[in-house]
């Protein structure tokens, strides 16, 4: 008998029944919740008069809306004061644990997670977000809902769900000099499409992934559904461990041999048979840019924008050249930018933010640009601030602010005016996705997102490493 | 829960929205997750492509009285891609469409749709251009979604459509509702969960 993946796995034994649809039962083990996604869900378990049996495997924080400058209450925002209130009255009146703006413990639900060891190896894990496969770092099976499986998982622990394939991407070798992360996923979802990973989970493998750092492992799960797949994640090892160590929520002593007993059973076996296997060499790997209007509109820092006859899809091209208002076959080296986003659960990290006042450090933001560092959390404020990047950073000319989701989706008061172009650490470049319907958004890694802002065009980071 | 609704056959004319990747942003912007309900996401779709800065009208389907009461909408490639929000799917099915045709759709808003009980089923991609053509041509044409017969009829035309069963099924029974048919089985929940170690802290 083939060896199984960590998907089929953690499926297996998660698995309560099947459905009369021919769906499968899943148990969800940890369901993180925020403000925007579950108002309604809460209101449709009032309607019918539901409990939540499994309470204490529900966290909420607040993320989305949160003002990350002028943080009194009533927030100037109306709606926002409304949103976040009604999320605090649900968990008051349900009782579920929560990380409000007065916690030290508040922040992105995908930079919280991990960093309370909520996020744990061998777990389900759902959230009314599509980002939730960050948590696939830790070897989580995590994926993002709706709003109605947000009330399924409230009111049962388990979603109705069928089951994906699984695609292996090994990254071989090793990455060069200013190449990160986030340039590895943005390659992949160049190369393999961002319908690509329909039907598939995606299980990163290969020197390169196993090298990197659980921070690193995150920026590259996260943007797992910029390619189309629900779920991805890496198979733990003792980078994982080691970084779960000591987290509040993880156990300790004798619990926590077991639990590594648990978490290196899950791995994928040796033998595993996968649905489908690609492979990347990191040397092949540069700074990578998005020209486009979605994650897998990209180019390497020294190409040029493609043509759109180049395209699988011309028209979808032509569409995104309409929107961004370039020359196909411009290049990307020299673009201009008038807004630098550092942040989101992609990129909002301690390790993201020393890559970027690396950059900085001892430099100005050009006069023409915005820049702003949005720490993923409260927590990574906090040891940012211990290591005095927050000085790095208001030296060069970059606004420090409060833990949220910030420009990344633009709901709360930090947004792209007009027909603003944005270097942003973010994960997508949608149209009108950081709040200006003629915004334009160039997604990239933090250090060049830092970098650009010095010089308010896009630069090659490579000439700072 | 609420009472049983089987979903077998959608009717009525259609809208077409030509284009792939059109993400969750473009079907919905961001700032109109902001409110509590879902109540009024029926006057948003597609919000920031049918009015211009000022409230003024932009040229769009949405916006053509030739669609006025569409309940069918066509679709391209990897419809609804990008955020969970199923304020996206709400916002379209409030404004009235009741079925999407597409050539594929991205996964979180195929599920979002089918619990909702609006299905989204997928045609080939010669079949959507002859989809999108007899709209376009005369936007009155009826065409009726079977879920049974998996067809989509209009005039003498009848495509054969497809969806994932499980999905067909919960439609077509009313069992896409899931809340009552997950809860029945909490007994068992319970005991799969005292057999995941962590669920116990690792305790032994």
């Known amino acids: 008998m083939a060896g199984r993946t960590l998907y089929d796995k953690i499926w297996e034994s998660h698995t309560v029944g099947i459905l009369p649809t021919g769906q499968t039962q899943l148990f969800i083990g940890l369901h993180l919740i925020h403000e925007i996604t579950t108002a309604p869900a809460f209101d449709m378990l009032r309607e019918s008069g539901l409990d939540i049996p499994f309470r204490d495997r529900t966290f909420a924080t607040v993320d989305h809306i949160v003002p990350t400058d002028l943080r009194q209450r009533p927030f100037l925002d109306k709606e926002a004061e409304d949103l976040t209130r009604a999320l605090e009255n649900n968990v008051e009146q349900f009782g579920v644990e929560f990380f409000g703006l007065d916690s030290m413990n508040q922040g992105i639900v995908h930079v919280i997670g991990p960093q309370l060891g909520l996020t744990q190896p061998g777990i389900t894990l759902a959230c009314g977000d599509s980002h939730t496969s960050t948590h696939g770092a830790f070897g989580t099976l995590a994926f993002g809902i709706g709003t109605s499986q947000v009330r399924d998982v409230l009111a049962t622990q388990t979603l109705a769900m ?58 590259v799960c996260n943007m797992s559904i910029e390619g189309g797949a629900l779920v991805g994640y890496v198979n733990p090892d003792q980078t994982t461990f080691d970084y779960l160590q000591g987290r509040a929520y993880v156990p300790s002593g004798a619990a926590f041999k077991r639990a590594i007993d648990y978490w290196k059973s899950v791995a994928s076996d040796a033998d595993a048979k996968y649905d489908d296997v690609v492979e990347y060499q990191g040397k092949d790997i540069e700074p990578t840019v998005t020209w486009g209007i979605n994650p897998g509109q990209s180019v390497s820092i020294s190409e ?104 990344c989706l633009a709901m709360n008061p930090d947004k792209l005016n007009g027909r603003e172009i944005s270097a942003s650490s973010s994960n997508r470049n949608f149209i009108g996705r950081q709040g200006s319907p003629q915004g334009r958004t160039l997604l990239m890694s933090p250090a060049m997102v830092a970098a650009a802002a010095l010089n308010g065009k896009v630069v090659d980071v490579r000439e700072y490493e | 829960m609420s009472e049983i609704v089987k979903i077998t056959r959608v009717g009525g004319t259609a809208v077409p929205i030509r284009g792939n990747d059109i993400d969750t942003d473009r079907i919905i912007p961001a700032r109109y997750l902001k409110e509590v309900t879902f109540a009024r996401m029926g006057e948003y779709p597609f919000f920031d492509e049918r009015y211009d800065g000022s409230g003024k009208k932009k040229d769009h389907p949405f916006n053509d009285p030739e669609y006025k009461d569409a309940s069918i909408l066509f679709v391209n490639k990897n419809f609804g891609c990008g955020s969970s929000r199923e304020h996206a799917p709400q916002a379209l099915y409030r404004f009235g469409i009741k079925a999407i045709v597409g050539e594929s759709f991205a996964a979180i808003f195929a599920g979002n749709c089918t619990m909702m009980g609006l299905p989204a089923v997928t045609v080939g991609a010669g079949e959507i251009d002859q989809l999108v053509r007899s709209v376009e041509e005369n936007p009155r044409t009826e065409y009726s979604l079977d879920l049974q017969s998996k067809t989509l009829s209009y005039g003498n035309h009848r495509i054969a459509i497809d969806l994932p069963e499980t999905y067909r099924i919960a439609l077509t029974t009313g069992s896409w509702d899931s809340t009552a048919l997950l809860r029945a089985n909490l007994e068992q929940v319970k005991k799969t969960a005292a057999k995941l170690p962590y669920m116990s802290g690792f305790s032994s």
């Open chain 1, 162 to 219: 069928d089951k994906l394939k699984v695609r292996r991407i090994n990254i071989g070798g090793a990455l060069g000099i200013g190449v990160y992360a986030k340039d590895v996923i943005l390659h992949i979802i160049r190369r393999l499409g961002v319908a690509g990973g329909k039907g598939f989970a995606y299980e990163y493998g290969g020197a390169v992934i196993d090298r990197m750092n659980m921070e690193e492992r995150m920026t």
């Open chain 1, 304 to 407: 040029r924008m493609p043509r759109p006859e180049e395209f699988p899809d011309p028209e979808g091209a032509k569409k995104a050249y309409e929107h961004m208002g370039w020359q196909p076959g411009a290049p990307m080296l020299g673009t201009p930018i008038n807004v630098a986003f550092i942040g989101s659960c992609t990129n909002g990290r301690l390790a993201d933010l020393r890559a970027a006042a690396k950059i900085a450090k001892g430099r100005k933001v050009n006069s023409g640009v915005r820049a702003l560092v949005v720490p993923g959390s409260a927590q990574v404020k906090k040891l940012a601030e211990q290591e005095g990047l927050h000085k790095i950073f208001q030296e060069a000319g970059f606004q420090w602010r409060e833990a949220g989701c910030s420009m």
